[in-house]
């Protein structure tokens, strides 16, 4: 079906091609993520709106390898990571996919710094000095230095968010996903966090494509993706709106515009 060329395909760190996710409800069926095509360039940042229960960490979990879809393909860095088998996709997860959630999901008897390295130390990755020196001046840039040794119990909310982040660029992952990164945390964290994603984003490179609620925290992605019941409603540039408020203002008028359909 598609016109582009090989080599196009590569500049793309992700690409859904008319995913599909359907689960049972009632005595039938329904569609969590209706024939999705999201293309995310190499270094795009992109942030997916919309209302709950729109397919927004439906979408995130399939792109990240963590459920299967009913139909349709995900392609990360050019490889169709369902056509992997079981291990070798979890392999490819460990390695070239970076997932922050709301809930930080730290393991409670892990201190920060374990929490951290875990992803290597799973992959049987040895940690040469090189790679802790970055590691180390990264958890500095996080302002976790003085938290390693805590446990997740002692940690605030946003700084477990930090550690999960730590913990997903520790594999120096391709993608960087994010499922309400900010939920649980208040204003100050929050853009904390926004502007490590753009950090990371801007001079590491790194695709990342990050779920939320708020247009402040979607206003620092390059696009924003806006899901209603499971389909795209639109996708457009973030730097065409002057700031978070011209973009809540729009992202509502699109709510409505859905919400007539509904019910
Ligand atoms: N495992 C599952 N089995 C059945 N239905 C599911 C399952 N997971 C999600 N759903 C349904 O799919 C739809 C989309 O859910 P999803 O969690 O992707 O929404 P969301 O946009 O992330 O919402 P929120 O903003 O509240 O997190 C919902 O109607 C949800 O009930
Ligand atoms: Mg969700």
């Avoid at 990240?64 to 079981?86: M, W």
């Avoid at 709301?102 to 201190?111: E, T």
């Avoid at 605030?156 to 945390?185: H, I, M, W, Y």
């Amino acid at each position: 079906m598609t016109k582009e060329a090989r080599h196009e395909t590569e500049e793309y760190a992700v690409i859904t091609s008319q995913l599909t996710k359907t689960y049972p409800r009632g005595t039938g069926t329904f569609n969590a993520v209706e024939s999705l095509d999201l293309k995310a360039l190499d270094g795009d940042f992109v942030a997916v709106m919309g209302a709950s229960g729109s397919g927004k960490s439906t979408a995130l979990h399939l792109i990240a390898g963590l459920t299967r879809p009913s139909s349709g393909k995900v392609e990360i860095g050019g490889r169709d990571i369902y056509a992997l088998s079981d291990a070798e996709l979890t392999r490819f997860r460990r390695r070239r996919i970076g997932i922050v959630f709301q809930s930080y999901n730290l393991i409670p008897h892990l201190n920060a710094e374990e929490n951290i390295l875990f992803p290597l130390r799973i992959d049987g990755r040895k940690l040469d000095s090189a790679t802790l020196e970055k590691l180390r001046s990264f958890w500095n840039e996080l302002e976790l230095t003085e938290q390693l040794a805590q446990y997740p119990d002692a940690l605030s909310g946003g700084q477990q968010q930090r550690v999960a982040l730590a913990r997903a660029l520790a594999t120096d992952p391709v993608v960087l996903l994010a499922d309400e990164p900010t939920g649980n945390l208040d204003w100050t964290s929050s853009q904390k966090i926004c502007r490590l994603f753009d950090r990371v984003n801007r001079e590491e490179k790194r695709t990342i494509i990050l779920v939320t609620h708020e247009p402040a925290v979607a206003i620092w992605s390059r696009r924003v993706v806006v899901l209603c019941d499971g389909r795209m409603a639109c996708d457009v540039r973030t730097s065409d709106f002057k700031d978070a408020v011209e973009l809540a203002e729009f992202y509502q008028e699109i709510a409505r515009g859905v919400g007539g359909n509904e019910q």
